[in-house]
C-alpha cells in the first residue's frame, strides 16, 4: 500500500467471514453461540471475572454472552500478535454488552448474522 503498511485480519465460522484492513494493527474474529456443553468446557480457561460474570447468566443467555467473549478475545490476540498459544485467560474482556476497555487499543463489537458473534480490535485509537 503506498504511504505505508496494510495490517490485515480474517475470520470465519462456518459460513460467515469478517475480514479487516487498516494502517495500524487490526483483529477481528467471528464466532458461532456454541452448544452448552462448550460453554461448560471452556469456563474455566476464562478470565476469573469473566467466568463469574457468565456463570450469572441464565444459560441461553450464558451462550451468546461467551459468543461475545471469545469473538473479542481473540480478535484482540489477533491484533497484538500473540494468538490463542498462551490461553484465553487474559485479557479481560468483559461479557457484557459493551466490552471493556484495553488500554492502547479500541475493542468493540460488530455487527453479525442471527446466531454469531463477532468483534474488531485496533491499535492505537
Known sequence: MAGGALHFSLSHS???ANFAFA?????VD????????SV???????????TAELTVH???????????VRSRKEAYLKA???????????????????????PGWTLTDIPAPTGYAAA?????Q
Open 14 to 16: 462456518e459460513d460467515v
Open 23 to 27: 494502517r495500524v494493527p487490526v483483529g
Open 30 to 37: 467471528v464466532e458461532g453461540i456454541p452448544s452448552a456443553a
Open 40 to 50: 461448560a468446557d471452556v469456563l474455566t480457561a476464562l478470565h476469573a471475572a469473566e
Open 58 to 68: 441464565p444459560e441461553p443467555d450464558r451462550r451468546t454472552a461467551l459468543a461475545r
Open 80 to 102: 497484538t500478535g500473540i494468538g490463542l498459544a498462551l490461553g484465553v485467560a487474559d485479557p479481560y474482556v468483559g461479557s457484557a454488552p459493551d466490552p471493556a476497555r484495553l
Open 120 to 124: 474488531l480490535a485496533l491499535r492505537g
